[in-house]
């Protein structure tokens, strides 16, 4: 127990001494750290999102070489909002969505939310949209976006890919979040096909019944 807890401590030192003068770069402000992590707030959402990135940079160089337990890997995950100060502490709605955020996303991963989206320099950043989200305690759907990494983004192919990446995004939320409401479309306009066909294969009432009840069955599931 004593050797895993000063492993954990080393670890922590080693992440504080790579992470925290990119924060400072950036003008970022440690608000506090919880465990392994990092609360940091910038008045810039470019910045942040920046900052995301050089970190991630910054690790991926690091561990070159490294054995797995060597190795140092974080979630980066960024929102904007209104916030609410004690203490010197922020608290409410757009914390609460970056800590979920964070518990989503994916290691050596730099995810932010629509709000940062929309107003970040998007020349600067490299960027994929992930989908809506549902989240513990927010009761709205979250849209997340992440960073593309290096090799992901091409400067003469990247905006078409970025689009390619929008639409085929797009196609899967509408499924996702309308799928019993296409299922039942599709169901009636099969069923109007069939009753419209010059060889009707749907003759009597009870076989009608019988599809209509087997639909049902569908959408209900």
Not at 130 to 147: C, F, S
Request: overall charge positive; charged content about 30%.
């Amino acid at each position: 127990l004593a050797a895993k807890k000063y492993h954990l401590k080393t670890v922590l030192d080693l992440h504080e001494n790579l992470v925290v003068p990119i924060f400072e770069k950036h003008n970022g402000e440690i608000v506090k750290t919880i465990g392994d992590a990092f609360m940091v707030v910038f008045h810039s959402p470019t910045n942040a999102v920046l900052c995301g990135m050089e970190i991630q940079d910054k690790l991926k160089e690091y561990n070159k070489g490294k054995s797995n337990k060597e190795k140092v890997e974080v979630r980066v995950a960024v929102n904007s909002g209104e916030v609410n100060i004690r203490s010197n502490d922020y608290f409410g709605e757009p914390v609460n969505i970056a800590a979920r955020i964070e518990g989503i996303a994916e290691a050596n991963d730099v995810y932010f939310t629509e709000s940062v989206y929309l107003a970040m320099n998007k020349k600067e950043i490299p960027s994929a949209e992930i989908g809506y989200r549902k989240l513990k305690g927010i009761p709205e759907e979250i849209k997340v976006y992440r960073v593309l990494k290096e090799g992901e983004y091409n400067t003469s192919t990247g905006e078409i890919e970025r689009r390619k990446t929008k639409l085929t995004t797009k196609i899967k939320n509408l499924w996702v979040r309308r799928k019993k409401w296409i299922i039942g479309i599709l169901l009636v306009l099969f069923v109007l096909s069939i009753l419209n066909a010059p060889m009707n294969i749907i003759k009597k009432e009870a076989n009608i019944d019988d599809f209509i009840e087997k639909a049902d069955r569908v959408i209900k599931n």
